[in-house]
């Protein structure tokens, strides 16, 4: 008698998750539903996002009776706490623009539930990710973008390490929305045509600045001043974790003959400088606590993707001191977020990675 491998299904009630718990058990693995609750829903002013809410609990237990596997919940609320949200104050604070996605899947999705599994004595992880994984005639696991690339989402999982990598599945990988949505039909479930999330989950009505001045007990704001490359005052604004490199919206400045955007953030004077679109354009810029999926000694050309949406440009990859890497633009690029990542592709796979410095 064939002994089925085990494998716990990372379920957050949405159909991309719900849909690999069904694909994994028509595999033949004996599947487990995990589902991970993160926030105190009791403490929110609002519902908590449309990812792992109480909603979704709900939705996830009925995909696992559907599907026929058990089903548990697991309280990550202080870590989620801890690793994510302190994260996520903590760099808008020092001027940065932080991703919680990222931080979330490294820390909680993938490095915690492994160590959970590893208590029922399973040591695989599925989750509903637009990615792949394949081995690189190295030996090294790299991630591969997914074949959606409107969903594909390799750029949040750049910094998983190789234990990691050979314990997961990634069973949409070759799979776009459309054909995700049709397998949940196929199968029954109940989330079929349940709507996506769009916002960071713990801040579903998308204001930052309300939530984060609440975590600090509203002393994190205060007022300052908006001024322009030669320093010269253009407005104000009601506290810099407000903004980030880049943006737009929100400035309060009139009478200028061209759209200004965030060129610089200085938490020290509280000061925010603006300047027209040409302003933000760079030609390159470093990164540090570079994860390395394949080793590279001498500078290398990549495809480097700087923010989630961005279509990516081919760059130079020189390897610096430690764990730092500079970056030159085959084309200048706009909008280098201090805090974002930069993520480094060969053929489509994740070949390395860093936090823009």
């Not at 990691?164 to 109940?190: C, H, I, S």
């Not at 996506?196 to 704001?221: M, T, V, W």
């Amino acid at each position: 008698m064939t002994v089925k491998e085990k494998i716990v299904i990372a379920m957050s009630g949405g159909v991309d998750s719900s849909v690999a718990a069904g694909i994994m058990k028509e595999r033949g693995f004996d599947a487990v539903g995990v589902s991970l609750q993160l926030w105190n829903y009791s403490n929110s002013d609002n519902r908590f996002g449309t990812c792992c809410s109480l909603d979704d609990l709900a939705d996830a237990r009925r995909v696992a009776e559907r599907v026929g596997i058990p089903y548990y919940i697991l309280n990550m609320e202080k870590k989620f706490k801890e690793e994510v949200v302190d994260y996520f104050i903590s760099e808008y604070m020092q001027a940065r623009t932080p991703i919680p996605c990222t931080m979330c899947n490294q820390k909680l999705k993938f490095e915690e539930l492994i160590h959970k599994a590893e208590a029922f004595g399973v040591q695989r992880i599925a989750t509903g990710h637009y990615a792949s994984i394949v081995k690189h005639s190295s030996g090294k696991l790299l991630v591969r973008r997914g074949r959606d690339r409107f969903k594909d989402q390799s750029y949040f999982l750049f910094n998983l390490s190789q234990e990691q990598l050979a314990r997961l599945e990634f069973p949409l990988g070759d799979m776009d929305k459309k054909e995700v949505r049709e397998r949940a039909r196929q199968l029954g479930l109940n989330v079929a045509e349940k709507a996506e999330s769009h916002e960071i989950c713990f801040i579903p009505d998308n204001d930052y600045p309300r939530f984060i001045a609440k975590q600090l007990n509203g002393q994190a704001l205060k007022e300052g001043e908006i001024v322009n490359s030669a320093g010269k005052v253009l407005g104000t604004h009601p506290g810099y974790p407000a903004f980030t490199i880049g943006q737009r919206k929100g400035l309060n400045i009139g009478g200028l003959k061209e759209p200004h955007f965030v060129t610089h953030i200085d938490p020290v004077q509280n000061r925010i400088t603006v300047g027209p679109k040409n302003e933000l354009a760079r030609p390159d810029c470093t990164v540090n606590q570079v994860n390395w999926n394949l080793e590279f000694s001498d500078p290398f050309r990549a495809e480097v993707q700087i923010r989630y949406r961005h279509q990516g440009v081919t760059s130079t990859v020189t390897p610096l001191d430690g764990s730092r890497a500079r970056i030159e633009f085959d084309e200048p690029q706009i909008s280098i977020a201090p805090g974002q990542s930069a993520v480094f592709y060969q053929d489509d796979c994740v070949v390395g990675g860093g936090w823009l410095e």
